[in-house]
Every structure is written in C-alpha cells, then in structure tokens.
C-alpha cells in the first residue's frame, strides 16, 4: 500500500516540472520577439542609401543659377519642395545678369556715338586739337587717326607716323580722346597751295581700317581756319598734351 501511493506523487513532481519548462518557454519567446522589435523601427527611421539629386533639388538649381541656364533651373522647380523653387528663382536672376554683361561689347567710335569739338590753339602755331567724346552708353574703340575732310576736299591729310601709340584708344561712356592737326607749314603759314578753310568733316575707322559713317561736323571759328599742303594729323591719343606734341 506504501508503494501504491509514491507512485502518483512521482508523476505529479514530473507533470508539474513539464509545466514549468513550458512556462519558461513560452516567457523566452515573448522576450526574443521585444528584441527582434527594435531593430525593425531603428532601419525605418534611418535610410542607409543617399538621398536622390533628383529629388533634393538644391544642387541641380545651384548649378543653373551658374552656367545662366534658364532652362535646367526651371525643369525641376516642379518637383521639387519649397525650398527649390527659391533656388530656381535665384539662378534665373543670376544667369540673366551674367548673360547681359557677358554681351556687352566695345564698338567702334563714329559721328552717331561721339560728340567732336575743332578747337584752335596758340601752341604749337598753326595747330588745332579735336576733342572726342563718347555720348553713347557703350565703350567704343578710336581705330587708327580721324580722316579728315576740310570744305569737301579730294583728298585726307596724312598722319604723323611717329605719333602711333602702343594701344587702340579707348572711350568708356562719357570719355574723351584727343588729336592733333598741324594746319599748315612754317611758323608764319607760308606752305604751299594756302586757303582758308570753313568747314570740316571727321570720319572714323573701324578695326578692319574701313572708314566708316556718319561723320562727325564740328564748327570751326567763324573766320575759318588758314590750311596748306603741309597738313596733317596725329593718331587719336588719350591725352591732349600727347596730341599737341607733335
């Protein structure tokens, strides 16, 4: 009868340790899925590939607002967030700047961009200085000497070789250029052929040595001015002394 009774009590020590074991089970289970939990929600918040150029926008408009290309700054403004089509604004700003100053050239200097005064000096005797100055809103260049024609004369004056500077003469807006003209020979005007001579025509030349029009008509004085066969001309020059020199 003794051993009848130990026998169960042996097999509830056994069932109630399978219980036990199931239970423990069933808690490192529970705990496995916590941690396989966390790092899911860690790769959602933190993308490990770089963002897309397409899509940023920033880089794409910076380099439009450089090159001026009105074009690629604008065919991603739609796509792109706020903060992007700020951007596009500014490269098209900046590319029209760039592009109209990059376009603005020197021209040559002629009768309808420049103002031409005939003054006649005490000294040297027998000379007069032309003044020209730049009316127009662009630089423009002073080729070579002014080709003048005094009461409709067949022929120009030479110029004065030695008076060549080392550079074209150039005329930003509102400046001026200067030439000498040795009216005639001797100190006392006695060259051949002398004449006086009331009006004067002042052309221009452009790079290519081709004169060019209109021509500039400054007043000489009311007398007219004495010229003769000895008469010529200096290279436009910068500086009036210069133009007097010679």
């Keep these: 009868m003794p051993a009848f009774t130990a026998r169960p009590r042996t097999r509830l020590f056994a069932a109630a340790t399978v219980a036990l074991a199931a239970l423990s089970l069933?808690?490192?289970?529970?705990k496995q899925g916590v941690q396989d939990e966390g790092p899911a929600r860690t790769n959602a918040?933190?993308?490990?590939?770089?963002?897309?150029?397409?899509?940023?926008?920033?880089?794409?408009?910076?380099g439009g607002s450089t090159d001026g290309d009105s074009?690629?700054?604008n065919s991603q403004s739609g796509n792109s967030?706020?903060?992007?089509?700020?951007?596009s604004g500014t490269g098209s700003d900046t590319g029209s700047g760039t592009g109209?100053?990059?376009?603005?050239?020197?021209?040559?200097?002629?009768?309808a961009n420049t103002k031409v005064t005939a003054q006649q000096v005490s000294r040297p005797v027998n000379h007069m200085l032309l003044t020209v100055t730049n009316t127009g809103t662009k630089t423009c260049d002073l080729y070579y000497y002014p080709a003048l024609n005094f009461d409709d004369a067949q022929s120009v004056p030479p110029v004065m070789k030695e008076s060549q500077p080392q550079a074209v003469t150039t005329l930003a807006p509102g400046r001026s250029g200067y030439a000498g003209v040795a009216l005639s020979g001797g100190d006392d005007g006695s060259g051949a052929n002398g004449r006086t001579a009331r009006s004067l025509a002042?052309?221009?030349?452009?790079?290519?040595?081709?004169?060019?029009?209109?021509?500039?008509?400054?007043?000489?004085?009311?007398n007219g001015v004495h010229v003769d066969d000895s008469l010529r001309v200096t290279y436009w020059l910068s500086s009036a002394r210069d133009a007097l020199t010679y």
């Design 26 to 30: 069933t808690a490192c289970s529970d």
């Design 45 to 62: 918040t933190a993308p490990t590939s770089p963002p897309d150029p397409e899509k940023t926008g920033g880089t794409g408009q910076a």
């Design 71 to 73: 074009t690629s700054g």
């Design 81 to 87: 967030s706020t903060g992007g089509s700020k951007s």
């Design 100 to 111: 109209s100053n990059t376009s603005e050239r020197s021209v040559p200097c002629s009768g």
């Design 202 to 222: 002042v052309y221009f030349y452009d790079r290519d040595n081709n004169g060019i029009s209109p021509a500039a008509t400054p007043a000489l004085p009311p």
